[in-house]
């Protein structure tokens, strides 16, 4: 699952210092009723009160906004939060101007920055276009274009580096638009110009949207029925054994459902073949944890090997950063404390095609031995003059893991998995094996159009602590090699994890 940038209402705190509280409380209330903008993330965002008879009993109404230079949209809205309920998620602090918006669980890492602003956008005055929900909704191919268009060219974070035109692209495509009839055309419309660049953090997604756009995006997507459109820069490993299966058995393209499902089949008796290649050469019983995601043993020569293979996705709640937090922390205390005696940990996210940064981090600050800085991020358009976002950890857990660590990445490492891999660069006496990471760390952020379709786009710049970006290029690694070929599968070999094992 990518990591989606929803980022409304989970948790709101002021940059700087000091939360609620003060003899004159109803001023310190008033002071977050207004217009917020997140510039390089084209959020606006309106608290108001909706509802005011004694101060104890007043009502709170949020709007949030997404918008272009010329358009504007009413992506969610939300009523009825008491005093006490808005507390909980907004602290402010004396005189300050600017908040984040925070996912539940998120105390890790920075999240979207919002500044006080006098009024909402020029757009969102004069512009403002009804959406699907709205009973003076009208399907328009032209308008819903040129909002989804707009958007990527105000912050897509990458256009120069996949050597993308993209107002060549706005030209090709409006002159197809009218073969567009309805949104399920428009959706197939938008998912052909994101096809063009290949980064799998830009997604389109036909599906019915509510007024609270967040709650029906994370309802759809967990039911698993709506088609996700996305195309990544580079192939998964389970790609590359679909295609080493049509290959091998010379199958023209496109295939068929037959062939598919054979090739499906094909794949995953591969990759259990993958994976017993490893655990064969475990010495001690293999742990496992939150749905097999995450498991740990101890290979010859008393080197610990732990696998994770989603950096989310560990309880039976979607996209549950708290409790998937809570899930990792648990799991890395008993990997770490049952392998603390080892010479050395191998730490396996060639598959992890990543999930929350946070989740990440919890694994990351078990190895540390002081404060270190990790990474920056900021939003990617310069224009939009967005400051830079430090990353810092401190060591936590009972037990911290000081020993060699190394870390296996492949061309399927992506997301969050490689944010992880980017940050474990800066730990001491750490070195990484295999295949550079798949070039993708941008949080998803999402956005709409007026019709029933959603879309998500990259625009986060990711940076190493000496300002490296590897966007599109992946983490480097330190020993370069690639995954297991057939015939080395067939054979029992895994050359990544023998070079590993052959550092020790």
Not at 328 to 335: L, M, P, R, S
């Amino acid at each position: 699952m990518k990591r989606v940038k929803n980022g409304l209402l989970a948790c709101l705190y002021t940059v700087g210092v000091v939360a609620c509280g003060g003899a004159n409380n109803e001023k310190v209330h008033d002071d977050y009723i207004g217009v917020w903008q997140a510039d390089g993330y084209n959020y606006a965002l309106h608290i108001g009160v909706s509802k005011s008879s004694a101060n104890q009993n007043k009502q709170y109404s949020l709007k949030q906004y997404t918008y272009t230079q010329d358009h504007c949209l009413l992506q969610r809205e939300l009523a009825g939060y008491s005093l006490s309920e808005l507390q909980q998620i907004v602290k402010l602090g004396q005189g300050q101007v600017v908040f984040e918006f925070i996912e539940p669980g998120q105390s890790l890492s920075p999240g979207i920055r919002y500044t006080k602003q006098e009024t909402l956008p020029a757009a969102c005055r004069h512009n403002l276009s009804a959406v699907a929900h709205q009973k003076n909704y009208r399907f328009d191919a032209e308008r819903d274009f040129d909002i989804f268009w707009q958007t990527f060219n105000e912050l897509y974070v990458s256009f120069d580096e996949a050597n993308i035109d993209w107002q060549e692209i706005e030209l090709e495509f409006r002159s197809r638009l009218q073969l567009v009839q309805n949104e399920n055309d428009l959706a197939v419309h938008f998912a052909q110009m994101i096809e063009r660049i290949q980064d799998g953090h830009n997604i389109v997604v036909k599906t019915e949207l509510t007024a609270d756009f967040d709650a029906s995006m994370r309802a759809n997507l967990a039911s698993g029925e709506v088609d996700v459109y996305s195309y990544a820069l580079k192939p998964t490993y389970a790609d590359l054994l679909i295609e080493e299966y049509v290959q091998a058995n010379n199958i023209a393209l496109p295939l068929s459902n037959t062939d598919k499902q054979n090739a499906y089949a094909y794949a995953e008796t591969q990759l259990d073949l993958y994976y017993a290649n490893i655990f064969n050469l475990a010495t001690t019983e293999v742990q496992a944890r939150s749905n097999d995601h995450f498991i740990w043993t101890t290979l010859e020569n008393n080197i610990g090997y732990i696998l994770i293979n989603q950096m989310d996705g560990y309880t039976s709640e979607f996209l549950d950063l708290a409790a998937d937090k809570s899930a990792a922390q648990t799991q890395i205390d008993e990997a770490v404390a049952e392998l603390q005696d080892t010479q050395a940990i191998i730490i396996d996210v060639r598959l992890n095609e990543g999930g929350f940064d946070e989740v990440g981090l919890v694994y990351i600050s078990r190895f540390l031995s002081e404060y270190t800085a990790l990474y920056s991020k900021h939003a990617a358009p310069i224009q939009k003059k967005e400051p830079r976002l430090d990353v810092w950890l401190r060591p936590d857990g009972e037990i911290q893991y000081l020993k060699p660590v190394v870390v296996l990445t492949s061309a399927t490492t992506f997301s969050g998995a490689e944010v992880f891999a980017l940050a474990m660069r800066e730990r001491a006496n750490t070195t990484l094996v295999g295949e550079r990471s798949g070039g993708g760390f941008s949080d998803i952020l999402l956005k709409r159009v007026s019709s029933n379709i959603a879309f998500g786009l990259s625009n986060e710049v990711y940076t190493s602590p000496r300002d490296e970006w590897f966007e599109r290029l992946g983490v480097p690694v330190d020993h370069e090699v690639s995954m297991p070929t057939k015939a080395q599968r067939e054979s029992g070999l895994d050359p990544i994890l023998q070079r590993a094992l052959e550092l020790f």
